[in-house]
């Protein structure tokens, strides 16, 4: 199996941030990654996928990077709604999802 | 607008099954795939398999091998997942997502999430 960590774990951030986060496969997954935001009590919605396309009607904020074993989820300047926890999927071979990143207020 | 609608809330006792739905609409159903994921309380998200609303090819996560059946009914356009031998550990709220085929298995519509408790 395939397994995918973050980090951080949790993130503090202030608003008009620049924040990064950082999800990593256990072997190479080249770009098919996608991530994901969660609310409390909602479903995710997609960001991100193929590491670096931005879904249709999602901020350009949101940034994605990197192929093979290390990707990162960039928001430029950091606004209200975009507190909440962040996951990372790759679907080279089945799926798999990372533990999530918190971002909260600082 | 896509759109995924699933079945209410249910709780079973251990060893029991479950069969969730998850009806589409605003699109072409046969033309995608629907992934299942789940989410127990308080943690992560975890991928349960995929099948494809075209053929009904099916993937499964490892894990649930053996215990888990997706379907399709492509008159209702509805996707269901089945499990079964349920566990306290199966307590989580279950997700359908809109996918792409075979090896695409992001998600980009989700339903609402349909909670299932385990319990004695």
């Known amino acids: 199996d395939i397994q995918m960590t973050q980090s951080p774990s949790t993130l503090s951030a202030s608003a008009g941030d620049r924040v990064t986060i950082t999800c990593r496969a256990s072997q190479s997954i080249k770009s098919w990654l996608a991530w994901y935001q969660q609310k409390p009590g909602k479903a995710p919605k997609l960001l991100i996928y193929r590491a670096s396309t931005l879904e249709s009607g999602v901020p350009s904020r949101f940034s994605g990077s990197g192929s093979g074993t290390e990707f990162t989820l960039t928001i430029s300047s950091l606004q209200s709604d975009d507190f909440a926890t962040y996951y990372c999927q790759q679907y080279s071979t089945y799926s798999t999802f990372g533990p999530g990143t918190k971002v909260d207020i600082k | 607008q896509v759109q995924l609608v699933q079945s209410g809330a249910e709780v079973k006792k251990p060893g029991a099954s479950v069969k969730v739905s998850c009806r589409a609409s605003?699109?072409?159903?046969?033309?995608?795939?629907i992934s299942w994921v789940r989410q127990a309380p308080g943690q992560g998200l975890e991928w349960m398999g995929w099948?494809?609303?075209?053929?009904?090819?099916?993937e499964y996560a490892q894990s649930l091998q053996g215990r888990v059946t997706m379907t399709t009914d492509t008159s209702t356009v509805t996707a269901y997942m089945e499990l079964r031998s349920l566990r306290s550990d199966d307590t989580a709220v279950y997700y359908c997502?809109?996918?792409?085929?075979?090896?695409?298995?992001?998600?980009?519509?989700w339903g609402q999430g349909t909670l299932v408790t385990v319990s004695s």
């Open positions: 099948i494809s609303a075209k053929n009904g090819n099916t």
């Open positions: 997502a809109r996918s792409g085929g075979l090896g695409a298995y992001w998600g980009d519509s």
């Open positions: 605003g699109y072409t159903f046969n033309s995608y795939g």
